[in-house]
T-cell receptor, first 116, second 115 residues
Framework: SQTIHQWPATLVQPVGSPLSLECTVE??????LYWYRQAAGRGLQLLFY??????ISSEVPQNLSASRPQDRQFILSSKKLLLSDSGFYLC???????????????FGPGTRLLVL | AQSVTQLGSHVSVSEGALVLLRCNYS??????LFWYVQYPNQGLQLLLK??????LVKGINGFEAEFKKSETSFHLTKPSAHMSDAAEYFC?????????????FGKGTLLTVNP
């Protein structure tokens, strides 16, 4: 079966510091990968998605970037954090296009980020 | 473009009472529809999904939802609420766009279950 991991679970960072959040998926190959942010009272916002290694699509221009150095690894980064970057970050995966169940996304446990 | 409207940001029920969480969607093409549940400080867990098969979909934890095309609705129900059902529930619609599926979420409904 497939599992998705995120770390760290919780992070407190000062404004202006860098950020690196990691997401890995096990038990599948060539998944589509997604980063979402959930801010208090604002629902889920899609930040980035990736259909393969090195292929990143950005949904919202902002202070963050994403990379996919390996097939099942997705990283969310920032060079300088802003207060507004605080939130709950969720990684998700879905089977690659054309496979059964490809329309369904499965979510990781999330990372709580507090920027002070 | 697709959209999802969840009616009621907060629903409160008594333990043992019927749970009804409302979701209406808008989509120009046949959609896939989902309900996810989120417990505090956890990720989203898939409750159930509609993928153009049976219109009445059964999910985990005794929940079910009915797809009604004429009403563009996908309401979530459970006959008898349990304390452990207290969580936030998200309705979502997924539409194919090229080689990707774009998932659009509603703003969520927080379910409180009173003893």
């Amino acid at each position: 079966s497939q599992t998705i991991h995120q770390w760290p679970a919780t992070l407190v960072q000062p404004v202006g510091s860098p950020l690196s959040l990691e997401c890995t998926v096990e038990g599948t190959s060539n998944p589509n990968l997604y980063w979402y942010r959930q801010a208090a009272g604002r629902g889920l916002q899609l930040l980035f998605y990736s259909v393969g290694i090195g292929q990143i699509s950005s949904e919202v221009p902002q202070n963050l970037s994403a990379s996919r150095p390996q097939d099942r690894q997705f990283i969310l980064s920032s060079k300088k954090l802003l207060l507004s970057d605080s939130g709950f970050y969720l990684c998700a995966w879905r089977p690659s296009f054309g496979l059964a169940g490809g329309e369904t996304q499965y979510f990781g446990p999330g990372t709580r980020l507090l920027v002070l | 473009a697709q959209s999802v409207t969840q009616l009621g940001s907060h629903v409160s029920v008594s333990e043992g009472a019927l749970v009804l969480l409302r979701c209406n969607y808008s989509s120009s093409v046949p959609p896939y529809l989902f309900w996810y549940v989120q417990y505090p400080n956890q990720g989203l867990q898939l409750l159930l999904k509609y993928t153009s098969a049976a219109t009445l979909v059964k999910g985990i934890n005794g929940f079910e939802a009915e797809f009604k095309k004429s009403e563009t609705s996908f309401h979530l129900t459970k006959p008898s609420a349990h304390m452990s059902d207290a969580a936030e529930y998200f309705c979502a619609v997924s539409v194919r766009g090229g080689s990707n599926y774009k998932l659009t979420f509603g703003k969520g409904t927080l379910l409180t279950v009173n003893p």
